[in-house]
């Protein structure tokens, strides 16, 4: 699967190892390398979830249309699901990789818009289908994604805006650059006696940051595999990677942050999911893929956080609602020890709960699962080949290792900690903990640390190596499915506790000749409340109309004819609405009323009124 | 219509001698702009009246253009049509002077239309310290258009006859944009509102989220164009009329007897979507000023933001226009009311850099002297805080030194104390205005209420100025912000010095300064990295910079040495009414050329020679 394209250097998308002076938006053609790599081998490419998309679409449950072009001319795809498309029903939305570099998001989100066109056999899934509308946007950042599939491999989440990614008022000058040829960018390790990091006691692959209350000293510092291109002495620190989709968003926005864009919602690709999201109101929770995750991390609020002016965590009153679904998913999911969940500035997931202010439900999906304890003599092959190599210039206890090239992944993995760490002290845990699982799964995931010669570091010892791209991120694509069920599970357990509205304790009474008096109960009957409080607080729901039809000309006592209802809460949450009205025409027949209550996230409901005296 | 308010002159009446001129003939040669040449000139002695030039050209008012080539009545207002109208005519009398751009459309499809004023003619007018001025973004607030207009106009009429004027179209460049929200002003003109309605632009909003789009706007109910209060007689009422100024409501004060005689029932209007309240989902809802993304936060922190920030199109519109001119420097909203010269931060959990609060009071300060009982103020700590306006995006994204204007202040009633609340319009309307800025109190059959009375203040009477006043105010306002128009920076080299050192080497010497109050960049510029140093580059042939660097005098304490590309210097700022000392230690013998070039402050060039023999 290897293809070589021409992409205009414009789009910021290259690699250029003598580096890109910001302003040459010239012309200059270069290759960009569609060699997938190893660790994304089974995971759709744009044009195959495209295909896959436009089969599903043949579906008569299916409707796809396009939220908008990207700057690389890719479809901003969203799927429609229902029973009858044309149909506006309350509804969920599933996004698939708000990080681009998360693939595994879009994956599941393809495969559950499969598994819910083709589900013939599930009686759940027929239900849901039949009563509310699935919208799934699976990729909604294409262009970032795509990046991903190219060579050399290394995580990316912009799009193709072009980006001055340190500031220096010149852009993309000083790429990462695959220095050893093998298709990875992997991370740097420099020789440096007073240096920022030291090997980890029980594999020298692995690098630790010095603690500097133990009075430890450094050996090495770290830096992403890259040359200094623009002499600052800082590596690798503009590819100009674009904007980042889950870095764009409202809340808690890092103004002139790498990946974050001009301001809040600057892009094609934000635009577009928050305007198709404020345009349908019918939308009452939101599943998506992230590493933010919410499910096995989830908020916790306090009277504190509840009660300050601008709300940044979850308010206490969703906690309970929000944890009894997050619970049962974990217990459907089955994973252990899943890692912290990073601060999202920026993210799609938060702004959804607090400013969009729906049921937000933020997946990481999958993470590196506790290996099997290794036994203290073994070693990895790798770890005797990366030690046997710098064992010359082993100055202290060990040499390198790797920090994972993005992400902070820290499993409450044991550590093994002989040789010298605490056994208190977790440095290190996540990456053995994750040389191991790999090992024990025969997944070459790992770049065993090779000295170079840099160009920019003369007379430096300069290794590289560490963890490839995307293994910590994604898992193996043989290991996805089992991870489908889960989620649709998830949307089931949303759909049995929807929020389902009741008239009850219906008086109407004849006061007197022409003069009624008409009073009930609007009771929540699901186990949701019928909005988050979240959407109280920040006004982002359209309350409850509770109407009185088939009323001639009247004139009003109390009350009017359409009344607002707020929030209610789970099982039995209620309202009670009243009219007092007189009849100014025709007063010798009863009037035919109904009582009608509707919102867009709720199913409607209509009773007649029978009156008495 | 549109033709009779340009065509008219507002000059003042001619002169007893020229009445046999007919008023006929006089209007046919103003129509044609060429009101001399039409006219037979007879030759006379200076001090004489000559027959056939007007009065107001002979002996001119000081401060205003003598003969505009596109006269404007300012006692009034501009439409939309008619701010086409004066900035097209403007363009084509002025094609050296005065361009127009669009920034795009508005929500109904209006044009957006820029005025970008040079003297075209000198320089690159892309590349001179620029000044937005932009007004209307609240589109009742109308006489903020007006200024913003008069200042385009005042421009092109008078850079013929004023050294000011002259030397700021030399070295800058403006761009107008005289109406922010053009909709919502055409709505304001021609639909029924108030004068604080509509504040919001004209996009469709379910403000109440019920469903149904302005399905309940506030209804005109005898039909006046004017959107007044409701009362309605009630003899345990609580208020009653004012025994002065009947047409004011004012709560009957029981204590000494008095009785109410109304109730007051609020905006004129009633439930037309039968949800049981009046008026609650009209023009759009969203405040366009709280649309601006430093600082932006939701509607439940800050009321009026829309979606997220730039949702609205004429922001996006103005916003992309401004980013694609790094060249701006300065920038002034305008608004009404209350009399304010405003900055940033809008948000208390916010602060400026301290540098740039100097700035800003030192052109503050000049302010509250050309525009009596306006007040210097911050938006946070003195008026309220305000969650993504556009003057903090100004300043805290694009680094710009911005002030907001609140236009009209009570004080302009009767020059005395501000205040008195409704009781002064009153009076004023009674003493000054006879009358001509209410609604008298009249009978109305209200749906829900039966006979109800409506009447109050115009639509055009409240926040802004009648016509009498309006012409100062565009002028004040102007004035001040021109003056902080010429305090943006502007470079120059002072001095290129070129000494030898012994050995064959040279110490070559520029001075480069800012004689302006504002510095090239801003302290927030400089912290965010928003807008690239100023450059400083020598370039001569046989010459070869071994060593540059650059401090703040002439003995190079504290002075910074640039190892990369010396011959190319980056200044990180040129400061207010400041020197900079670039040095380069070269080698060779040539003619050099030092370029200073800088975006917020203009360029210079100046040589130098390197006359140094090698040993």
């Given at each position: 699967m290897r293809k070589t394209v021409g992409w205009f250097l414009g789009l910021g998308l290259l690699w250029c190892a003598g580096g890109v002076g910001g302003d040459s938006l010239s012309a200059k053609f270069q290759q960009v390398d569609e060699t997938i790599p190893a660790s994304l081998e089974g995971y759709a490419t744009y044009a195959e979830m495209d295909t896959r998309l436009k089969t599903l679409a043949e579906s008569p449950w299916a409707e796809l249309s396009s939220l908008g072009e990207t700057q690389g001319q890719r479809s901003l795809w969203l799927l429609k699901i229902s029973s009858d498309p044309q149909a506006t029903r309350p509804a969920i939305l599933v996004v698939g990789n708000v990080q681009a570099s998360h693939v595994v998001g879009r994956e599941l989100a393809l495969r559950m818009a499969e598994r819910l066109v083709n589900a013939g056999d599930s009686p759940a899934i027929e239900q849901l289908l039949a009563n509310y509308t699935v919208y799934i946007i699976p990729c909604p950042s294409p262009d970032a994604t795509e990046k991903n599939f190219t060579s050399p491999a290394r995580e990316r989440n912009g799009n193709l805006t072009r980006t001055d990614d340190d500031r220096d008022f010149e852009t993309g000058e000083d790429p990462p650059v695959d220095l050893n040829g093998d298709g990875w960018i992997t991370m740097l390790r420099i020789a440096d006696e007073f240096g920022t990091h030291r090997t980890h006691p029980s594999d020298p692959r692995v690098l630790i940051p010095i603690d500097g209350k133990k009075n430890e000293v450094g050996g090495f510092r770290l830096e992403v595999e890259s040359r200094d291109t623009d002499q600052d002495k800082s590596f690798g620190e503009d590819a100009s990677d674009g904007v980042d989709f889950n870095r764009n968003f409202t809340f808690n926005y890092p103004y002139f942050g790498k990946g974050s864009g001009p301001h809040q919602v600057s892009e094609i690709e934000t635009r577009a999911v928050a305007d198709f999201m404020f345009d349908h109101p019918n939308i009452a929770g939101v599943l998506c893929f992230t590493p933010e995750d919410?499910?096995?991390?989830?908020?916790?609020?306090?009277?504190?956080?509840?009660?300050?002016?601008?709300?940044?965590?979850?308010?206490?009153?969703?906690?309970?609602?929000?944890?009894?679904?997050?619970?049962?998913f974990r217990t459907a999911h089955g994973g252990k020890n899943a890692p912290e969940s990073p601060t999202g500035a920026g993210s799609f997931s938060e702004w959804s709960y607090l400013h969009y202010g729906r049921w937000t439900f933020a997946s990481r999906a999958w993470w590196v699962p506790t290996a099997e304890a290794p036994k203290a003599s073994e070693k990895s092959a790798e770890a005797e080949v990366a030690e046997a190599a710098s064992a010359e210039d082993k100055t202290d206890e060990g040499i390198a290792e790797a920090a994972p090239p993005q992400e902070p992944a820290k499993p409450a993995t044991e550590v093994k900690a002989d040789a010298g760490l605490a056994k208190d002290d977790k440095r290190g845990a996540t990456e053995l903990n994750a040389l191991a699982w790999f090992e024990s799964q025969g997944i070459d995931a790992f770049v065993p640390w090779q000295m170079i010669e840099h160009p920019d570091l003369p007379g430096k010892q300069v290794e590289v190596g560490g963890f490839k791209p995307f293994y910590l991120l994604n898992p193996p694509?043989?290991?996805?499915?089992?991870?489908?069920?889960?989620?649709?599970?998830?949307?089931?357990?949303?759909?049995?506790?929807?929020?389902?509205?009741?008239?009850?304790?219906?008086?109407?009474?004849?006061?007197?000749?022409?003069?009624?008096?008409?009073?009930?109960?609007?009771?929540?009957?699901?186990?949701?409340?019928?909005?988050?409080?979240?959407?109280?607080?920040n006004g982002q729901w359209h309350p409850i109309q509770v109407q009185l039809q088939g009323l001639g000309e009247v004139r009003w006592i109390q009350g009017s004819q359409r009344q607002a209802v707020g929030r209610l809460a789970e099982n039995g949450g209620k309202t009670e609405v009243r009219w007092v009205f007189q009849v100014l025409e025709g007063d010798s027949a009863e009037p035919a009323l109904k009582i009608q209550a509707v919102s867009p996230t709720l199913h409607s409901v209509e009773v007649e009124v029978v009156v008495g005296d | 219509m549109t033709h009779t308010t340009h065509m008219i002159c507002n000059f003042s009446p001619m002169r007893p001698q020229a009445k046999s001129v007919s008023m006929k003939t006089l209007f046919h040669s103003l129509i044609f702009s060429a009101a001399l040449i039409s006219f037979p000139v007879t030759k006379v002695s200076a001090v004489a009246p000559q027959a056939d030039v007007p009065a107001h050209q002979v002996y001119k008012a000081v401060g205003g253009p003598t003969q505009p080539k596109v006269p404007v009545y300012w006692n009034r207002y501009h439409d939309h049509a008619e701010i086409t109208q004066m900035l097209q005519d403007l363009a084509a009398a002025y094609p050296q002077l005065?361009?127009?751009?669009?920034?795009?459309?508005?929500?109904?499809?209006?044009?957006?239309?820029?005025?970008?004023?040079?003297?075209?003619?000198?320089?690159?007018?892309?590349?001179?310290?620029?000044?937005?001025?932009?007004?209307?973004?609240?589109?009742?607030?109308?006489?903020?258009?007006e200024v913003a207009l008069y200042t385009a106009w005042f421009l092109a009429e008078m850079h013929g006859e004023n050294k000011f004027v002259q030397e700021l179209l030399r070295d800058r460049v403006f761009y107008i944009l005289s109406?922010?929200?053009?909709?919502?002003?055409?709505?304001?003109?021609?639909?029924?509102?108030?004068?604080?309605?509509?504040r919001t632009g004209q996009r469709p909003v379910d403000d109440d989220r019920d469903g149904l789009i302005d399905e309940d706007p506030a209804n005109d109910l005898n039909g006046d164009g004017h959107i007044t209060q409701m009362r309605i007689r009630d003899p345990n009422g609580q208020f009653k009329s004012h025994p002065k100024y009947p047409n004011l409501m004012v709560r009957a004060n029981v204590e000494v007897g008095e009785k109410g005689e109304y109730t007051l029932l609020g905006m004129e209007g009633s439930d037309l979507d039968g949800d049981g309240r009046s008026n609650e989902d009209g023009d759009g809802s969203y405040d366009p000023n709280r649309d601006w993304p430093w600082k932006w936060e939701p509607r439940y922190v800050q009321n009026g933001a829309f979606r997220y920030p730039f949702s609205l199109i004429e922001n996006r519109n103005m916003a992309e226009f401004v980013k694609q001119r790094p060249n701006i420097a300065g920038a002034?909203?305008?608004?009404?009311?209350?009399?304010?010269?405003?900055?940033?931060?809008?948000?208390?959990?916010?602060?400026?850099?301290?540098?740039?609060?100097?700035?800003?009071?030192?052109?503050?300060?000049?302010?509250?002297?050309?525009?009596?009982?306006?007040?210097?103020?911050?938006?946070?700590?003195?008026?309220?805080?305000?969650?993504?306006?556009?003057?903090?995006?100004?300043?805290?994204?694009?680094?710009?030194?911005?002030?907001?204007?609140?236009?009209?202040?009570?004080?302009?009633?009767?020059?005395?104390?501000?205040?008195?609340?409704?009781?002064?319009?009153?009076?004023?309307?009674?003493?000054?205005?006879?009358?001509?800025?209410?609604?008298?109190?009249?009978?109305?059959?209200?749906?829900?209420?039966?006979?109800?009375?409506?009447?109050?203040?115009?639509?055009?009477?409240?926040?802004?100025?009648?016509?009498?006043?309006?012409?100062?105010?565009c002028h004040r306002n102007m004035a001040?912000?021109?003056?902080?128009?010429?305090?943006?920076?502007?470079?120059?080299?002072?001095?290129?010095?070129?000494?030898?050192?012994?050995?064959?080497?040279?110490?070559?010497?520029?001075?480069?300064?800012?004689?302006?109050?504002?510095?090239?960049?801003?302290a927030m510029d400089r912290k965010q990295k928003i807008t690239r140093p100023n450059l400083v580059s020598f370039k001569a042939d046989g010459v070869q910079v071994i060593?540059?660097?650059?401090?703040?005098?002439?003995?190079?304490?504290?002075?910074t040495i640039q190892d990369r590309n010396p011959d190319v210097i980056k200044l990180p700022v040129v400061g207010g009414q400041s020197l900079v000392y670039v040095r380069w230690i070269v080698t060779g013998t040539g003619q050099g050329e030092i370029v200073l070039d800088t975006i917020k402050g203009g360029q210079a060039s100046a040589t130098v020679s390197v006359a140094n023999p090698t040993p």
């Open positions: 919410n499910l096995f991390n989830t908020g916790k609020g306090s009277a504190q956080t509840d009660s300050a002016r601008i709300k940044t965590k979850i308010l206490t009153e969703d906690q309970v609602p929000m944890d009894r679904l997050a619970e049962a694509a043989a290991q996805i499915e089992p991870l489908v069920e889960p989620h649709l599970g998830l949307l089931n357990a949303m759909v049995e506790n929807w929020p389902k509205l009741a008239v009850r304790d219906l008086k109407a009474k004849r006061l007197g000749p022409g003069l009624y008096d008409i009073t009930c109960q609007i009771v929540n009957t699901g186990g949701l409340p019928t909005m988050p409080q979240m959407a109280a607080v | 005065f361009k127009i751009e669009s920034a795009g459309k508005s929500t109904d499809g209006r044009e957006m239309r820029v005025a970008t004023i040079t003297n075209f003619e000198v320089g690159d007018a892309s590349r001179k310290p620029g000044f937005w001025i932009d007004g209307g973004i609240h589109a009742n607030e109308i006489q903020a258009t109406d922010m929200s053009p909709d919502s002003r055409e709505a304001h003109f021609y639909e029924p509102n108030s004068t604080n309605t509509p002034q909203t305008y608004h009404n009311t209350g009399g304010m010269l405003l900055r940033g931060p809008g948000s208390k959990q916010d602060a400026y850099e301290a540098g740039d609060l100097q700035v800003y009071d030192q052109i503050g300060k000049v302010g509250e002297r050309m525009l009596p009982k306006y007040r210097y103020m911050n938006v946070a700590n003195d008026l309220y805080e305000v969650w993504g306006g556009e003057i903090d995006w100004f300043h805290q994204m694009l680094g710009v030194f911005t002030f907001t204007n609140e236009l009209f202040t009570q004080y302009n009633y009767f020059h005395d104390a501000v205040g008195g609340g409704g009781e002064q319009s009153y009076e004023f309307d009674k003493l000054l205005l006879f009358g001509d800025g209410l609604v008298n109190w009249q009978e109305v059959d209200h749906p829900v209420y039966g006979k109800v009375e409506v009447g109050g203040l115009k639509k055009n009477w409240g926040r802004q100025p009648p016509g009498f006043m309006l012409q100062e105010e001040f912000t021109l003056y902080h128009a010429d305090q943006m920076p502007l470079v120059r080299i002072k001095e290129v010095t070129s000494k030898s050192l012994g050995n064959g080497l040279t110490e070559v010497t520029a001075i480069v300064e800012n004689t302006k109050l504002t510095p090239t960049h801003s060593m540059g660097q650059y401090g703040n005098d002439f003995l190079m304490r504290n002075a």
